[in-house]
Every structure is written in structure tokens, then in C-alpha cells.
């Protein structure tokens, strides 16, 4: 087995459960030394049952929908005193209902999760992947960017800000030897809904995709230095590729059939 020195290392956010969870298992599956993190006390035994196959598993609990939870995990990158092969910005978060009627500060939060942290956070690591000529990034997107969300507003505006920030950070970086990877998973089977509060919607109710074929298929193009890849179902890259080819408005109003509270019992 290789040496801790000789293995390379990653960082996967939002890695207690579902898809971040996954996506750590894959990198550790592969010969990788992982860095774990998220906001709940989970993470810890998480990188217990990470640490299964082999390589190092750390873990820090950090809310990154804050400043200092960015800074604290990014510290904990620095004392590693390693060189960053790999990072997965997965940490994300939904607010389900009317934009009107919901906690604002839950939407806020949503923001400086989804958007804010994952900015921040690249913006820390970019320099050194640059130095070395060498890295690879991957934002948890989704396919819920391709269209405007009625009843998760602001949940899909920032899955579209993450996938053209990805697009546009890859064409800057195209001459640097640093590749970046938007994955776009459709309905998974993880908390997210549940947290999200819309369980009792159609979108809710619906088959999902198992979270774990959707982290082998985000880690197999992010390896293999893809720009995106939309994961799972066959039905996910259907929706893709309607979401392109009609207007926003009838996207909108389809995602409102989906997504409006209640629509699962209907």
C-alpha cells in the first residue's frame, strides 16, 4: 500500500450523508487520503466508516455557510502541509415553498451555502493548485439549474450560478493544468428533501436515483477532466436536454407542477 506521502489527497464537503458521503467513499476507493467536512456532529463517524478501505480519513466539523467555517476548513487543508489533488464542493442545502411565505434567513443561508462558500473556498485553494500546475475541482451542481424553480427559488438559482461559475473558472483555467467538473444530479435518494421540506410534493414523492451512482459518475468525469456530467437516470439527461430547448417560462411552469407544495398528494 502506498505511503501516506505518496497517496493523493482530497477534500469533499457536505460528507456526513448522501451524495458528499459517496463521493468521499469513491476518492477513498481509489487510493485517496480524504478530508472531510460538514456542519453536524455526523462527519466523525462518517470518516470512521471511510476509513475502511485503508487511507487516512479526516474530518472537521465546519458550518461553511459561514465565513469562519470556510477559513477553519481551508486551515485544516494548510496543516496537512500536502499538496491538493482533488476538492469536491458538495456542502448545499434547499428551501422549499413560496419565496414570499418562507424564512428568510433560511433562503439567506442557502446562499452563502450553496453560492458564497463554494466562491470563497476556490478562491483560497485556486492559488496553489496554479503554482503547481496541477488540480482538480468538482461543484455539486444540478439539473435543477437548467431551469428557473417555482417553489425553490432560490435553490435553483444557485445550482445555475455554481454550473456557469464552473464553466466560466474552467475557461480561465484551460492553459493551467487544473481541470473543473460540474456535477448535475437530478432527484436523489438522500435527506435533502426532508431538510428541504418538500416531501409532500410530486418532485418529493418521485423515484430517485441512489446517491451512490451518482458520485461514481461525478468522480469518473471528474477524472477524466469533463466540463459536466449530468448524473443518474436517463430521465435526468432527458430533462437536461428539453431544459435547452424550451422557454424559460414553460420550464418554470413545468418545475411548478413538480415542486408546488402539495403536489405529491394530488
Known amino acids: 500500500m502506498a505511503s501516506t ?37 455526523g462527519i466523525s463517524s462518517a470518516a470512521e466508516r471511510l476509513s475502511s478501505h485503508g487511507t487516512r480519513i479526516e474530518s472537521v466539523q465546519a458550518d461553511l455557510a459561514t465565513t469562519e467555517g470556510v477559513e477553519k476548513l481551508y486551515q485544516k487543508i494548510q496543516l496537512s502541509a500536502r499538496p491538493l489533488d482533488s476538492i469536491a464542493m458538495n456542502a448545499g442545502v434547499g428551501v422549499a415553498g413560496p ?23 476556490t478562491r483560497l485553494i485556486l492559488n496553489d493548485m496554479i503554482a503547481r500546475g496541477q488540480g482538480r475541482i468538482l461543484y455539486t451542481s444540478s439539473i435543477a439549474a437548467t431551469v428557473p424553480g417555482p417553489f425553490s427559488a432560490t435553490y435553483n438559482a444557485s445550482k445555475a450560478f455554481l454550473k456557469s461559475f464552473s464553466e466560466a473558472i474552467r475557461n480561465e483555467l484551460k492553459d493551467t493544468g487544473i481541470t473543473v467538473t460540474a456535477l448535475m444530479p437530478g432527484a436523489t435518494e438522500t435527506n435533502f428533501f426532508r431538510r428541504a421540506g418538500n416531501e409532500d410534493t410530486k418532485l418529493g414523492a418521485a423515484e430517485k436515483d441512489d446517491a451512490a451512482d451518482v458520485a461514481r459518475d461525478g468522480f469518473e468525469a471528474l477524472m477524466a477532466g469533463k466540463d459536466h456530467v449530468v448524473a443518474g437516470s436517463f430521465t435526468n439527461k432527458l430533462q437536461a436536454t428539453m431544459a ?13 407542477k413538480e415542486s408546488e407544495p402539495g403536489s405529491g398528494r394530488k
Open 5 to 41: 506521502n505518496e497517496r493523493p489527497y482530497a477534500v469533499v464537503t457536505g460528507a456526513s450523508s448522501g451524495i458528499g458521503y459517496e463521493l468521499a467513499d469513491q476518492f477513498a476507493q481509489h487510493g485517496f487520503d480524504v478530508l472531510v467536512a460538514a456542519e453536524d456532529e
Open 99 to 121: 419565496f414570499a411565505e418562507t424564512d428568510f434567513k433560511a433562503h439567506l443561508n442557502l446562499i452563502n451555502l450553496n453560492i458564497v462558500s463554494p466562491v470563497h473556498l
Open 244 to 256: 435547452h430547448l424550451i422557454p424559460d417560462t414553460v420550464g418554470a411552469q413545468m418545475h411548478r
